[in-house]
């Protein structure tokens, strides 16, 4: 399997430029989430009216599958109600999964569909999760009223 | 079964210049590609390749010789005690230990909890310190740490200085009284650092203190011998050394040895039960419960046998000449920073760098499109890496078998990576 298809132009344009860098200055929660196979970093903040996301911003350091995957996330979330969010995640998860029957959704996945190359380097499955873990976490704490917290990825969670 | 190898018919060392391109077919995994291209192997420091003689040993043993050992009278079972115990001493000799304090483990990291544990949790007490290294493997780290909590003891850490040897005068200011125990790696398995552990251990002892290093890179890379260490407790691992996983070895001095407590009890480690009691065996058998892992044994003697045939001095000699060409070509990589003293004298066959903005992870990606496999993380060093401000390096590192052109393969490979991220 050629690398031109896991490191396909838009998966490097996110990793160099992501849409929705630092931390947000008033955030309603923050999350920190670390993958200590890779040393895959992310903080991820967001704000919500309701359960609409209106802002979201993603600090992180790490490979670039992770970031890029963190990057579109961003984008693919923000305006969006946690619910719809919460689609996109599982979404995302079952394309990293080989699980999509037929082409990825290009409406609730955005850029994310150029990730399907992912799937076939299990390794790097869980970089490309660590963002939409993050989001889960972060949208589940902000919906009970919690402030935020470091999580560890647990490889027996979620995958 | 036995190919043409660099070694002379009567099976003495061979003094011509080693080349390993004799002994790569001995090894069968290089018949193997990936992605369409050889396999360049640069993770020996994780777990190396194992020659047909290894493997044909192991499997002799199993088809031919395989019986419990120790108890029964049959004579197969004694053509596998044999086995064994033949093993055990042809290990002993090749890091020239003796046989009565040669104990057979599963890893190097099971091989430093057995000290903690019967050694640790009985002498160690409130107030008493363990010195560590920033350098070292979580494997000689975590276990004391496991021991000061249930001690009451404490952990000190010797720096490493921005030229990634151990700071020895920082080593001198902690060294104290209260030193019971310093557990230092003979040889970096992320920076390549060749430790003094001679004069660590002359140190550790004027105080009072017992020394334990940490060999898995240095005996199958340097050959360190534990009687030229000086340390009291010395870990390796067949695994490392061409010999198979699941087998380990823990040399200690005999007295020492014998004046401890069990670690795993059980079988075979007894000499009399009661319901009430057992008393213990002689050492080495006292901390060998259990029924042992003399398949591997048997490939760990294989493997000793066909480095010693080589020669170490000559492994060690081909491995520098390797690392050193590496060294030389690595920098030409714009961006490349390479953490470790650079210079093969100071060096064993482990390079760590990082190349510029690129994450390791990507690195070892791009590598593995090129059939080169290579160790991208931390290397089971977090607090090394802490300590020069990284969370991960990507690691090359060398063997007897590796040669000249899989460097260049890396380089070249190197710098399409850069290429592809910048």
């Given at each position: 399997m050629a690398l031109e298809e896991l490191y396909q132009e838009i998966i490097l344009d996110h990793y160099r430029k992501p849409r929705h860098p630092g931390r947000l200055a008033q955030a309603d929660v923050e999350v920190r989430h670390y993958n200590p196979v890779c040393g895959d970093q992310l903080t991820v903040g967001v704000k919500l009216d309701g359960d609409k996301i209106t802002d979201i911003a993603v600090e992180g350091v790490g490979c670039s599958i992770s970031q890029a995957a963190a990057s579109v996330m961003t984008e693919q979330v923000i305006g969006h109600t946690v619910p719809e969010a919460l689609e996109a995640s599982e979404a995302f998860r079952r394309l990293m999964h080989g699980e999509s029957e037929g082409e990825p959704d290009e409406e609730v996945l955005g850029d994310g569909v150029a990730f399907a190359g992912v799937a076939k380097y299990p390794v790097r499955i869980k970089c490309a999760l660590l963002g939409w873990m993050a989001l889960k976490d972060a949208a589940a704490r902000a919906l009970a009223g919690q402030d935020g917290g470091e999580t560890v990825y647990d490889e027996d969670e979620g995958s | 079964m036995t190919t043409t190898t660099d070694r002379s018919r009567d099976g003495t060392p061979d003094r011509a210049p080693f080349d390993p391109a004799r002994i790569r077919p001995d090894f069968p995994i290089f018949a193997r590609e990936f992605h369409g291209k050889p396999l360049i192997y640069l993770d020996s420091a994780n777990t190396s390749q194992k020659p047909d003689q290894v493997l044909a040993a192991m499997d002799d043993y199993y088809r031919r010789h395989n019986a419990n050992v120790h108890r029964a009278v049959y004579a197969l079972a004694e053509e596998a005690t044999f086995a064994l115990e033949e093993s055990r001493a042809k290990v002993a000799r090749f890091v020239g230990a003796s046989d009565r304090a040669t104990v057979f483990t599963k890893n190097v990291t099971e091989g430093i909890n057995l000290v903690a544990y019967a050694w640790g949790l009985r002498n160690l007490h409130e107030g008493d310190e363990i010195l560590v290294t920033e350098m070292e493997h979580h494997a000689n780290l975590v276990p004391w740490q496991m021991a000061a909590q249930l001690t009451g003891a404490r952990v000190r850490a010797i720096p490493v200085t921005d030229a990634f040897v151990l700071d020895l005068d920082a080593y001198d200011r902690l060294l104290s009284e209260r030193t019971k125990l310093v557990a230092v790696s003979a040889m970096s398995n992320v920076l390549g650092t060749i430790n003094p552990v001679p004069l660590i251990a002359e140190r550790a002892h004027a105080v009072g203190a017992l020394v334990l290093a940490d060999a898995a890179q240095a005996v199958p890379h340097l050959g360190v011998t534990f009687d030229g260490l000086g340390a009291d407790f010395m870990g390796f691992t067949g695994h490392k050394l061409l010999g198979p996983m699941g087998i380990g070895v823990l040399v200690a001095r005999p007295e020492?040895?014998?004046?401890?407590?069990?670690?795993?009890?059980?079988?075979?480690?007894?000499?009399?039960?009661?319901?009430?009691?057992?008393?213990?065996?002689?050492?080495?058998?006292?901390?060998?419960?259990?029924?042992?892992?003399?398949?591997?044994?048997?490939?760990?003697?294989?493997?000793?046998?066909?480095?010693?045939?080589?020669?170490?001095?000559r492994v060690r000699a081909h491995e520098a000449a390797v690392t050193a060409y590496a060294l030389e070509r690595l920098v030409e990589l714009d961006g490349l920073r390479l953490l470790g003293p650079g210079d093969v004298e100071q060096q064993g066959g482990v390079v760590s760098f990082t190349l510029g903005d690129v994450h390791p992870h990507d690195v070892a990606q791009v590598l593995d499109a090129e059939g080169i496999a290579v160790r991208a993380g931390d290397h089971c060093a977090m607090p090394l890496h802490t300590r020069f401000g990284l969370s991960a390096s990507t690691r090359v590192s060398f063997s007897v078998y590796s040669t000249n052109d899989e460097v260049d393969a890396l380089v070249t490979a190197l710098d399409k990576t850069q290429r592809l991220f910048a």
């Amino acid at each position: 399997m050629a690398l031109e298809e896991l490191y396909q132009e838009i998966i490097l344009d996110h990793y160099r430029k992501p849409r929705h860098p630092g931390r947000l200055a008033q955030a309603d929660v923050e999350v920190r989430h670390y993958n200590p196979v890779c040393g895959d970093q992310l903080t991820v903040g967001v704000k919500l009216d309701g359960d609409k996301i209106t802002d979201i911003a993603v600090e992180g350091v790490g490979c670039s599958i992770s970031q890029a995957a963190a990057s579109v996330m961003t984008e693919q979330v923000i305006g969006h109600t946690v619910p719809e969010a919460l689609e996109a995640s599982e979404a995302f998860r079952r394309l990293m999964h080989g699980e999509s029957e037929g082409e990825p959704d290009e409406e609730v996945l955005g850029d994310g569909v150029a990730f399907a190359g992912v799937a076939k380097y299990p390794v790097r499955i869980k970089c490309a999760l660590l963002g939409w873990m993050a989001l889960k976490d972060a949208a589940a704490r902000a919906l009970a009223g919690q402030d935020g917290g470091e999580t560890v990825y647990d490889e027996d969670e979620g995958s | 079964m036995t190919t043409t190898t660099d070694r002379s018919r009567d099976g003495t060392p061979d003094r011509a210049p080693f080349d390993p391109a004799r002994i790569r077919p001995d090894f069968p995994i290089f018949a193997r590609e990936f992605h369409g291209k050889p396999l360049i192997y640069l993770d020996s420091a994780n777990t190396s390749q194992k020659p047909d003689q290894v493997l044909a040993a192991m499997d002799d043993y199993y088809r031919r010789h395989n019986a419990n050992v120790h108890r029964a009278v049959y004579a197969l079972a004694e053509e596998a005690t044999f086995a064994l115990e033949e093993s055990r001493a042809k290990v002993a000799r090749f890091v020239g230990a003796s046989d009565r304090a040669t104990v057979f483990t599963k890893n190097v990291t099971e091989g430093i909890n057995l000290v903690a544990y019967a050694w640790g949790l009985r002498n160690l007490h409130e107030g008493d310190e363990i010195l560590v290294t920033e350098m070292e493997h979580h494997a000689n780290l975590v276990p004391w740490q496991m021991a000061a909590q249930l001690t009451g003891a404490r952990v000190r850490a010797i720096p490493v200085t921005d030229a990634f040897v151990l700071d020895l005068d920082a080593y001198d200011r902690l060294l104290s009284e209260r030193t019971k125990l310093v557990a230092v790696s003979a040889m970096s398995n992320v920076l390549g650092t060749i430790n003094p552990v001679p004069l660590i251990a002359e140190r550790a002892h004027a105080v009072g203190a017992l020394v334990l290093a940490d060999a898995a890179q240095a005996v199958p890379h340097l050959g360190v011998t534990f009687d030229g260490l000086g340390a009291d407790f010395m870990g390796f691992t067949g695994h490392k050394l061409l010999g198979p996983m699941g087998i380990g070895v823990l040399v200690a001095r005999p007295e020492l040895l014998d004046s401890m407590e069990p670690f795993q009890t059980g079988g075979e480690m007894i000499r009399q039960v009661t319901l009430e009691s057992a008393t213990w065996n002689d050492i080495p058998w006292r901390f060998e419960s259990g029924t042992p892992n003399v398949g591997g044994a048997v490939g760990l003697a294989a493997a000793v046998d066909y480095l010693g045939a080589i020669g170490m001095d000559r492994v060690r000699a081909h491995e520098a000449a390797v690392t050193a060409y590496a060294l030389e070509r690595l920098v030409e990589l714009d961006g490349l920073r390479l953490l470790g003293p650079g210079d093969v004298e100071q060096q064993g066959g482990v390079v760590s760098f990082t190349l510029g903005d690129v994450h390791p992870h990507d690195v070892a990606q791009v590598l593995d499109a090129e059939g080169i496999a290579v160790r991208a993380g931390d290397h089971c060093a977090m607090p090394l890496h802490t300590r020069f401000g990284l969370s991960a390096s990507t690691r090359v590192s060398f063997s007897v078998y590796s040669t000249n052109d899989e460097v260049d393969a890396l380089v070249t490979a190197l710098d399409k990576t850069q290429r592809l991220f910048a």
